[in-house]
């Protein structure tokens, strides 16, 4: 049976990936990942760790791409957290969100100083770019 981008089970199995807590602090960027090839990813959770004390934007996270220079090549807002209490979960809908290979996946806070979450998503490599 030939294998190809979309029936290759690296391309259609969906993996989880826990990527840890999230780097306190106003605009703190916290590297998730780097993947030598094209990904996708899916779904993200997160869990309270530690609360927050801004509402609306400011306690937003979100997911971003760069293209492995400075270029960022995807951006999502992923959650607003608020003041939620610890252990409160979010989890996104399904972003179908690109990170290029050699791409650096990160988290970025809002302007809240003190919040912190655990990440986990779902990835898989992308099928549209991604050789196997």
Known sequence: MASANYDHPSFITRQMESFGKTTAGASGTSVLAVYPTAMRVR????????????????????????????????????????????????????????????????????????????LTAEIHLDPTTASW
């Open 43 to 118: 779904r993200v959770s997160a869990s309270i760790t530690t609360v927050g004390t801004s509402s609306g934007a400011g306690a937003a996270l979100g997911l971003y791409a760069y293209d492995g220079t400075t270029t960022t090549t995807a951006s999502a807002t992923l959650f607003t957290l608020g003041s939620s209490t610890v252990n409160t979960m979010f989890t996104s809908a399904d972003l179908n969100f690109a990170v290029p290979a050699g791409g650096m996946l990160f988290a970025k806070n809002g302007t809240d100083a003190s919040s912190v979450v655990n």
